[in-house]
């Protein structure tokens, strides 16, 4: 079964606008969440964890437990955010420090 | 980015066709991992490894092997290379008690 659920393909928008990206979870306790970013045919790099609470780039993640979502958004989107964006969390038990990656987000910002 | 390097960064290869890819990593972590890229289907993990000589199939290990003879190398094979193994492929590494993985640069492999 898909534990994470990343809805919305892709996402265009214009610079400027607001964007969120949808991550929906199965999980049970309180799982560790992550977003990674890759910009085109770069590596995947991490971009946050709900752990630690910070704000990159001007993004945001907040972890809803009631409805196990953990959608990252920003207020303003910059043409430099057009990239692929993957929600992932670890496996449910041991796991080997596995995560479970979406199959990811391609943001495209319309000059 | 973490020191985390993966050779050859470009491959075209023959159906048919042993093919090995090198992930090398300085950062002495314990786990590493090896997954494929391709569109509509995100990334998916292939075959990772919890120590030296420990490694363990992932979601898509048929048709590849991996091997991990010592820490900082885990090394990738598909044994007969077929078109449908045209993918990206990610190295990735983490370390014990944190669960993010940091990923190397990816290499392109085609398959003719």
């Known amino acids: 079964a898909q534990r994470v659920t990343q809805p919305e393909k892709l996402l265009s928008v214009f610079k400027g606008a607001p964007v969120e990206l949808k991550c929906n979870y199965s999980y049970s306790g309180s799982p560790e969440l992550f977003w990674y970013v890759q910009y085109s045919r770069q590596r995947l790099q991490l971009l946050l964890r709900h752990i630690s609470r910070e704000s990159i780039k001007g993004f945001t993640a907040d972890l809803n437990k009631g409805e196990t979502s953990f959608h990252l958004k920003k207020p303003f989107a910059q043409e430099e955010d057009s990239a692929m964006y993957y929600c992932a969390l670890p496996p449910l038990s041991g796991g080997n420090n596995r995560l479970a990656f979406g199959k990811g987000n391609q943001v495209v910002v319309i000059p | 980015d973490a020191g985390i390097t993966q050779s050859p960064r470009h491959k075209v290869t023959e159906t048919g066709t042993p093919v090995t890819l090198r992930c090398h990593q300085t950062e002495n972590h314990r786990y590493m991992y090896w997954y494929r890229q391709d569109p509509g289907h995100g990334l998916r993990l292939i075959h990772y490894?919890?120590?030296?000589?420990?490694?363990d199939k992932g979601e898509v290990s048929d048709g590849y092997s991996v091997s991990r003879s010592k820490t900082e190398d885990f090394l990738l094979t598909l044994e007969s290379a077929t078109s449908s193994q045209t993918s990206v492929y990610f190295c990735?590494?983490?370390?014990?008690?944190?669960?993010?993985?940091?990923f190397g640069p990816g290499t392109r492999l085609t398959v003719t």
């Open positions: 490894s919890y120590g030296v000589k420990d490694t």
């Open positions: 990735a590494i983490s370390g014990t008690g944190a669960y993010e993985q940091y």
